[in-house]
């Protein structure tokens, strides 16, 4: 590979333009997370205490507590993974094994498209279609379970748009990109480790629960990760289904909000110390985002070594 | 006599370990068979789970927005429907002209950067292009709402440039980068060496070859990663909402506000008026329609260049 | 002799069924209607090592892979004809196909461990799937037919060793025990030294010679020496004028390679084509 940096070329203009594009390109990023954090420093230095409490958002004065997005968000995207998971990694095997192959071209290809499918057209598909159908007809029987209260919070408080209803959408919304990433790296075992294990009496379910997932699951490592990052990072359409409450809901029907949806819904609105309370909630869905992304490399390279010279 | 039994006792433990395989492996077998076939069918099943809500909202996208794409959705700007005129709604040409202008400036800044930021990183083995491959990697999956932030905070609180396109688009940009890099890395890393070596081989200067001949191989690569990078960004409503302003009127200039279309659907899903309700899902099937034929063109440009490199 | 000469058709050595681990009779392999192998008719010998010989497009791995039905997972692909292990017809009889695995195994052309596995789970991997849990059957398995397989000494101090850790020729011996580990009563092998160095090899047919005591071998070679070497009884198959492959001949290996029936089994044999 032609390395730049040796002595012959590092004179030419071409590298010249290269390095200044990089330097550039480091500055903007340097300039990202410092900018984000430079305007947030007045409420870290004065109310990084209240930021990350539960005591409640109060424009335009304060107190300004992070504590019900912070949660809202771990909640909504930890439901929405579970079912994106769950779901998406059936809907990828079927793909790869029990569907014809002349359709599998065909679905893949949809799923990937699906993928593409911008949130906010997720959102508005959940504001204006889910969210009445769930007042009217699946809160309704939720709230008929036993313990109900316990679980979905107090009937009064519902009306459609719900923690709940986000992770649910959030679910749908991650599905096709799971489904995707899941669906490549599951086909690109080979076919010859499946042979094998089939060779030695293994059914079907065995050789993809024992060889195939395993053989697979850096991928699959991967493709999780991503699904999260994006469900926690889901701006406007949490925006328009949450409800918009800033209250630690731990009752699932119930309003509630996350960290980028609260960033995106009071920014029009605020003034001085709010703008700079809401670039902290920024530099919070930071620092998650940066530490998944953190986990996700080490929990790869770790798998990798363990996979060396496959 | 020795010599004998020395012969016979591995076989005969052979043997009773044969029977014992074969009893265990027969008296588990319906039990093996039924779990397989339990499991694979609850696969089928997941695929069917993520096929209906996915089908739904297609299927009412295209049905509720399908007949708002008239005319005047195209060539009007909006109105605000009144008791007199429940449904004068106007069209939605500024969020069109305004997500056009956007991304094609978001484009200038961000195509000619991540290129040659993906190109070094692939011919460049230092320190320098590791810590950018992980700040790309890390900063790609970012949430988007974080570069409206930074662009808030950089354009419109430091340089004071007031709510415009340019700062929609700087955000855009940001969003962009780390796909363009990533992308054009894959594509270069991708050219055979030996195109190279051939190169240097006839004593070509190293820039010349990187020039001449591995950009124009990894064209197509570099391409798909940008078409995939605008489909993603113009489909992003969180990094223009807090920094483009909105407005009515048909504009392209780069200094005054504008409209996008993901931005006018979440501002219009929230609409009190059933007529503007309706019309956003004319924006919002457009929208996909976009993204539809960026990513198509995407993939069929990607087959086309393995056709051409078989 | 001279008869088989004219007629062309295959010779088909009739064994004492005790003698007879498997029985080929008319069995052919189409893929969407389109023949691949055709015509295939011979036993195979219990306790001897049987080569399917010929040059590529003949179908011998067409045809071994239709020895435990692998065939049975791409789409539009029809065995027929009957082929009978121990009595019992393997596409139409009452054993399962799981059943029919566990009895037949399989060495493939690659070594393919599985790489999320240890040494030591590749080996028992195939009792486990036929829900073995038993740890003192397992370790004896895993003992046993490592030392079949000529590993045991190098690999029992790193037993818990991830097994892409062991060189190319040792990964195959590996995927041999690993085969073994379930007692097969038929061992196939499609090309099993084709991706090894010369020594690797060389170790590979010394353990074959050996196996041959405790499991029928069927092994495909595109290699006339090792064939010749290894193999008790031959088949030589040929691409016909419709590109299906068919079997020619099938004899015991010293007649193949000294005094063919056939004179295309001559040519080859002697390396004029192929």
Redesign the interface.
């Given at each position: 590979m032609a390395e730049f940096s040796s002595a012959t070329t590092s004179r030419s203009w071409y590298h010249y333009l290269l390095l200044t594009a990089c330097v550039l390109f480091g500055a903007v990023s340097v300039g990202f997370v410092g900018s984000i954090i430079q305007k947030s420093l007045p409420t870290w230095l004065h109310h990084s205490t209240t930021l990350i409490g539960g005591g409640g958002w109060q424009s335009p004065s304060g107190p300004f507590g992070g504590l019900a997005m912070i949660v809202g968000t771990l909640e909504t995207s930890l439901i929405a993974l579970v079912i994106a998971v769950v779901i998406g990694l059936g809907t990828a095997i079927s793909i790869v094994f029990f569907i014809p192959r002349r359709l599998r071209n065909i679905v893949a290809t949809f799923v990937e498209l699906l993928a593409a499918v911008p949130s906010i057209v997720y959102g508005l598909w959940g504001f204006l279609v889910l969210a009445p159908f769930m007042y009217s007809t699946i809160d309704p029987w939720l709230n008929s379970w036993p313990f109900a209260r316990e679980i979905w919070g107090d009937p009064s408080q519902q009306y459609g748009p719900s923690l709940f209803l986000a992770a649910i959408v959030l679910g749908v919304m991650i599905l096709p990109t799971f489904v995707a990433i899941s669906r490549e790296v599951i086909s690109v075992v080979p076919d010859d480790l499946i042979e094998a294990s089939l060779s030695l009496g293994a059914t079907r379910w065995q050789v993809i629960r024992k060889v195939v997932l395993p053989t697979a699951r850096i991928g699959l490592f991967g493709a999780t990760f991503l699904a999260l990052a994006r469900a926690t990072g889901e701006t406007v359409a949490v925006a328009l289904i949450a409800g918009g409450v800033a209250k630690v809901q731990w009752h699932m029907l119930n309003p509630g909000t996350s960290i980028a949806s609260w960033i995106a819904t009071e920014f029009g609105e605020a003034q001085g110390n709010e703008v700079s309370a809401l670039m902290a909630l920024g530099v919070l869905l930071m620092l998650l985002s940066f530490s998944l992304s953190l986990v996700s490399r080490w929990l790869v390279s770790r798998q990798r070594k363990l996979l060396a010279r496959v | 006599m020795n010599d004998l039994t020395e012969l016979d006792e591995p076989i005969e433990i052979a043997q009773t370990m044969r029977d014992e395989i074969r009893r265990v492996s027969n008296a588990t077998r319906a039990r093996r068979l039924m779990v397989s076939r339990v499991m694979t069918t609850l696969c089928a099943v997941t695929l069917a789970v993520t096929a209906v809500p996915l089908a739904l909202l297609l299927y009412q996208l295209i049905k509720r927005g399908a007949p708002e794409l008239t005319w005047t959705f195209f060539t009007k700007v909006p109105e605000t429907p009144s008791l007199i005129a429940p449904n004068a709604t106007g069209g939605l040409s500024n969020a069109i002209l305004g997500s056009i202008a956007l991304n094609v400036y978001a484009s200038i800044l961000a195509i000619p950067i991540g290129v040659l930021v993906g190109v070094y990183l692939a011919e460049s083995m230092n320190k320098f292009a590791a810590t950018l491959r992980v700040i790309a990697q890390t900063m790609a999956g970012a949430p988007s709402i974080l570069m409206g932030l930074f662009a808030f905070s950089f354009l419109l609180q430091d340089l004071h440039i007031g709510f415009s396109a340019i700062a929609g688009s700087f955000a855009l940009a940001v969003l962009m980068l780390p796909v363009i890099i990533i992308a054009t890395e894959i594509a270069v890393l991708n050219v055979p060496n030996t195109l190279r070596e051939a190169g240097l081989a006839l004593g070509a200067k190293p820039h010349k070859v990187s020039m001449r001949v591995v950009i124009p191989s990894a064209l197509t690569g570099i391409v798909t990663g940008c078409i995939l990078a605008i489909s993603r960004a113009i489909g992003e409503t969180a990094p223009v909402l807090l920094v483009i302003g909105g407005g009515y009127l048909n504009t392209w200039k780069p200094l005054s506000p504008v409209s996008a279309l993901p931005l006018s659907i979440y501002e219009n899903a929230k609409s009190e008026w059933p007529s503007q309700r309706a019309q956003v899902w004319g924006a919002a099937l457009l929208l996909v329609i976009f993204v539809f034929i960026l990513s198509l063109t995407a993939r069929i440009w990607a087959s086309r260049k393995q056709k051409v490199s078989n | 002799m001279s008869e088989a000469q004219v007629t062309k058709s295959p010779t088909v050595v009739v064994r004492d069924p005790g003698h007879t681990a498997m029985q080929l009779h008319d069995v052919a392999v189409s893929f969407n209607g389109r023949v691949a192998v055709r015509d295939a008719t011979f036993d195979v010998a219990k306790n001897r090592v049987t080569s399917l010989i010929g040059p590529s497009g003949s179908g011998k791995t067409t045809l071994l892979r239709a020895l435990?039905r692998?065939h049975d997972?791409t789409?539009g692909a029809k065995v027929s004809g009957r082929i009978v292990l121990e009595g019992t017809d393997i596409y139409r009889g009452d054993m399962?196909v799981?059943?029919l695995?566990?009895r037949?195994?399989?060495v493939?052309?690659?070594p393919?461990p599985?790489?999320?596995?240890s040494i030591y789970d590749n080996v028992v991997?195939?009792?486990?799937?036929?829900?073995?849990k038993k740890k003192s059957?397992l370790d004896?398995?895993a003992e046993?037919s490592l030392r079949s397989a000529a590993l045991w000494d190098s690999v029992e101090s790193r037993l818990k060793v991830?097994a892409?850790?062991l060189s190319g020729g040792e990964q195959q011996r590996l995927?041999i025990a690993?085969?073994l580990a379930?007692?097969p009563e038929v061992l196939?092998m499609d090309e099993p030294t084709s991706a090894l160095d010369p020594i690797a090899t060389l170790k590979i047919e010394e353990l074959m010679t050996t196996l041959k005591e405790?499991v029928t071998i069927v092994i495909v070679t595109h290699n006339m020496q090792q064939a010749a070497r290894i193999s008790d009884d031959c088949a030589f198959l040929l691409m016909g004028e419709d590109r299906a492959g068919e079997l020619i001949e099938f004899d015991t290996t010293e007649k193949i390679f000294n005094n063919p029936n056939d004179s295309r089994t001559l040519d080859y044999t002697l390396g004029r084509f192929g």
């Open positions: - | - | 435990n692998l997972l789409p399962t799981t059943e695995r566990t037949v195994g399989m493939f052309q690659r393919n599985f790489p999320t596995m991997s195939g009792l486990r799937f036929n829900g073995i059957l004896e398995a046993t991830a892409s850790n995927c690993r085969a379930m007692d196939l405790r």
